[in-house]
């Protein structure tokens, strides 16, 4: 559609001191390093050899093996803008993850290695667009050099805002034609409207997502940053409600985690601390009253044990509570306290049944997202946010960046955020984390 030219990104670079490097290396060497337009990533990595194997995704009962692709991320030789024709602008939107100003930072240095000179933040997510009282902020390798040292967003973030027409229009206006977008799957899908706008308006701009979730909910992914982090925070939540319990008479501890429709924090961090005797995720249904629900089990370990800890994901259990009909600004169904409703129903029980229980309820929400990325979430960041300039000067528009098999990818949006992607509750890490806890089924 438009013509490439030379790519500048310098895979091999010296300080321009002398007159024979002032271009940087010389071009003629035969290894360059970039990435073939023809590599691909294989996206399913098991040949599954019946539905019945563990966490098997089939598209018949024999399983056929069908390979699937995704192109594999980093810098081209060939490159669609010219860097000084380019204005780029980088947004975060929805809640907060541990990393977004790692990811900002890595967005700015890049482009500016490829020789971009007008970069700007978009404050307070899709709202920095229309608040007329929001201005951008320009961004250079100097403004975020030590950004990544604290948590939260150099640029804020926000739900709601304005339409993506709005958007497209203050874009044009602003003459931005690169737009990076931190955000999950809400944000991913204005993501994916604003460059189907932008095509339609036949605009040469390249909208590239890096998917900032800490439910880990976005599809085809191995993880996304922040998700490490957060699990790692949750221990100390969960180490504190282990010792409470385990220091009390009849100590029951519960943990109430992130996670609005998948339980993946849940399940990791139970994992990890090998504390919980009890994780409940929005995927697995469960009873707490009955012979076979929550509480039962939880007088059993009572008696077996001397104390019991519970991990609970905010969406899980969700039939149990009363619906409101509330959304948030985004249209996220605004969800019931699943964690205070088992706190108070197991008073409730140990009372009724005249068994003594200390029951002690935490709830660290905010501040498993709140905190700086751990090292792991660092690289990944690091490697997402140069990898979203790299896919947004090859030419791409409309995809986002991730990992895959261990590989770096870019993935067409629509297929990520088709659906939050759910804890499989027949894969063997949903089964691992059964076999740590020693839980029964609560149905
Ligand atoms: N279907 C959608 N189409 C366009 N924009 C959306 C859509 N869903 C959400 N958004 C916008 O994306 C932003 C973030 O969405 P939200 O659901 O709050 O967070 P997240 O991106 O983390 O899921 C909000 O500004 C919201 O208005
Ligand atoms: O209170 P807030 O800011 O709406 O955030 C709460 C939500 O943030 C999350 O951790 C992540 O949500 P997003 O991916 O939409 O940012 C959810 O699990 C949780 O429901
Ligand atoms: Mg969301």
Same mark, same amino acid.
């Given at each position: ?323 409101? /009909? +509330?959304? #948030?600004?985004?249209?996220?169904? $605004? =969800? @019931?306290?699943?964690? %205070? &409703? ?31 990325? /751990? +090292?792991? #979430?660092?690289?990944?960041?690091? $490697? =997402? @946010?140069?990898?979203? %300039? &790299? ?53």
């Amino acid at each position: 559609m438009y013509s490439p030219t030379p790519g500048r990104f310098l895979l091999r670079m010296r300080t321009p001191v002398s007159e024979e490097f002032a271009g940087g290396y010389p071009s003629d060497e035969e290894w360059h390093g970039y990435i073939s337009n023809s590599d691909r990533v294989l996206l399913k990595t098991i040949n599954f050899a019946s539905p019945n194997s563990a966490g098997a995704v089939c598209i018949d009962p024999a399983c056929t093996w069908v390979e699937q692709w995704v192109h594999r991320a980093g810098p081209r030789e060939k490159i669609y803008f010219k860097p000084e024709e380019v204005k780029a602008a980088i947004v975060t939107c929805g809640g907060l993850c541990p990393g977004l100003n790692d990811v900002i930072r890595q967005v700015v240095i890049t482009l500016e290695i490829y020789g971009v000179k007008s970069i700007v933040g978009i404050p307070f997510g899709y709202r920095g667009f229309s608040d007329s009282d929001l201005s951008e902020m320009p961004l250079s390798r100097k403004v975020v050099q030590n950004i990544h040292l604290s948590g939260g967003s150099l640029l804020g973030v926000s739900r709601g805002g304005p339409s993506v027409s709005d958007i497209v229009d203050r874009m044009q206006e602003k003459g931005i034609n690169m737009l990076f977008v931190l955000g999950g799957n809400g944000t991913h899908a204005g993501a994916n409207a604003i460059h189907e706008e932008c095509r339609n308006r036949k605009l040469k701009v390249a909208v590239v997502g890096v998917p900032k979730t800490i439910d880990n909910d976005i599809l085809l992914m191995d993880k996304t940053f922040g998700f490490d982090t957060a699990v790692e925070e949750a221990q100390r939540a969960i180490n504190s409600a282990y010792i409470e319990a385990h220091s009390a008479y009849h100590g029951v501890g519960i943990v109430k985690l992130m996670g609005r429709d998948s339980g993946f924090i849940a399940m990791h961090a139970s994992l990890a601390s090998g504390q919980i005797d009890i994780c409940l995720i929005p995927e697995v249904p469960f009873e707490l009253h009955g012979p076979h629900g929550v509480l039962t089990h939880l007088k059993y370990l009572i008696e077996t044990k001397g104390s019991a800890v519970v991990c609970v994901a905010e969406g899980a259990g969700q039939n149990l509570l009363q619906k409101t /009909n +509330a959304k #948030d600004a985004s249209g996220n169904i $605004v =969800l @019931g306290d699943i964690g %205070v &409703h088992i706190q108070q129903e197991t008073k409730k029980y140990f009372r009724e049944i005249g068994v003594h229980a200390d029951v002690k309820y935490i709830d660290p929400t905010y501040m498993i997202r709140a905190c700086r990325a /751990n +090292a792991s #979430d660092g690289i990944l960041c690091a $490697v =997402l @946010g140069q990898n979203a %300039v &790299h896919g947004a000067f090859a030419g791409y528009s409309g995809i986002t960046v991730g990992i895959c098999n261990n590989h770096y990818v870019y993935f067409p949006i629509p297929e990520v955020i088709a659906y939050p992607r759910p804890v499989d509750p027949n894969s063997r890490m949903w089964h691992r984390c059964l076999t740590s806890t020693g839980q029964p089924d609560f149905i």
